[in-house]
């Protein structure tokens, strides 16, 4: 099969790569579109040294099962069933999981093979366009999950860029005093509309947030975070990095909650996007065929959402 193949800082496109083989209970879904992600510009730089077939974000068409012919979206983590986190049905917690795209194969290729219970149909009203975004929407979904929001609570949001401007769109929804701070004002101007205060910098608002989500995708996020937040307030930390972050001594002194936030509930994001509450189709930048997804890639390191039709 064809196949976007990350590994030794670079990615390439391979059209001869093994088909996968479904494992028990999986089935093969052939992919339609697949969106490139933070996390997989951060796989370039050696992020869980992984080498593969890159992609987690997706939708495609079940080739068996109880969805056999339908599109489908799938959940990212596969479980091993047995421990205690998936008995209690957490799988993407589960002791010994595997994340589909970043220590197994992904779904930039024509087919991938996933659990079939971590598969969801996606309704026809649902174009494809905006259904390969129910894997991000889900996480931007998790922040509510993460940490209770009040409608009188200023939150910050830090970083408008593929996720954030999820997370954003999302806190709307709850009527929070929302900020969303972003050196790039393109990024920024996606939000216009929104009923958020927009700032290009975090000047005057420090210890002032109730709450801030870190979607910076860079390591000192979190200090920045810290500054913001009020005492005994909440941060909560969407970025993954390959470098890391250093843990700042103030959240002691200030005894803030910080919390650790990623993958988050399909059926409500599938929800969203079919009662077209959460707009997606402005943050699509390009739409690339998979043979050029070098190309993809390097335009999604100064894009917003770059897709590749498979």
Known sequence: MRAAVIGGGRVRFVPDYKDPRPRPGEVLVRIKLAGICGTDLELLRGYKGFSGVTGHEFVGVAQSGKYAGRRVVGEINVGCGECEFCRAG??????RREVIGLTRDGAMAELVAMPEENLHPVPDEVPDEAAVFTEPLAAALRVLESARVRPRDRVVVLGAGRLGQLVARVLALTGCRLTVIDRNDWKLGLLRGLGAELRSSAEGIENAADMVVE????????????????????????????????????LVVKEVGVVGSRCGPFEPAISLLRR???????????????????????????????????
């Open 90 to 95: 957490v799988r993407e917690h589960c002791l």
């Open 215 to 250: 979607c910076t995708g860079r390591p000192e996020g979190l200090k920045t975070a810290l500054r913001l937040v009020k005492p005994m307030g909440t941060v909560v930390l969407k970025s993954t990095t390959a470098e890391g972050a250093e843990v700042d001594p103030s």
């Open 276 to 310: 077209g509450l959460v707009r997606v189709d402005d943050l699509i930048s390009s739409i690339y065929p998979l043979e050029r997804v070098e190309e993809a890639f390097e335009e999604a390191s100064r894009s917003m959402k770059v897709l590749l039709r498979v």
